[in-house]
C-alpha cells in the first residue's frame, strides 16, 4: 500500500503501549539518494498558550511504526526516547 506524504501530514500519531497522544505530522525525514523514509517528526506541544513557542519536537523512526489507518498512525516507542531539541531561532525570548 503506498500512502503519499501529504496523506501523512493529516494524520494524528498515538503511542500503541501507553495511548500517549504525539499530535499531528509535521514533516517527514527522507534519505535523499534512496529515497526511504527514516522518519517521521512530530512538533511538540505549545508553551503557554503558545505565546513562547513550542516544546521538544518527537522524531520517531520508521521502524517504530506500527499500523497507518484512515486517520491515525500508531507506533510503539517511549516518548523519552525520540525527543529531540528544537533549533534555537531568533525570536523575542
Known amino acids: 500500500m503506498g500512502v503519499r506524504v501529504t496523506e501523512l501530514h493529516c494524520k494524528e500519531v498515538i503511542n500503541v503501549c501507553d495511548g500517549y497522544r504525539f499530535g499531528f505530522i509535521g514533516d517527514v525525514m527522507l534519505e535523499l539518494p534512496e529515497g526511504k523514509v ?3 517528526v512530530v512538533p511538540g506541544p505549545c508553551k503557554f498558550f503558545g505565546l513562547f513557542g513550542r516544546k521538544d519536537d518527537f ?3 520508521w521502524n517504530c511504526i506500527r499500523r497507518i489507518g484512515s486517520d491515525i498512525v500508531l507506533v510503539e516507542i517511549e516518548p ?3 525527543r529531540t531539541p528544537r533549533p534555537k531561532g531568533k525570536g523575542w525570548f
Open 38 to 40: 527514516i522518519a517521521i
Open 80 to 82: 523519552n526516547q525520540c
Open 59 to 61: 522524531v520517531i523512526p
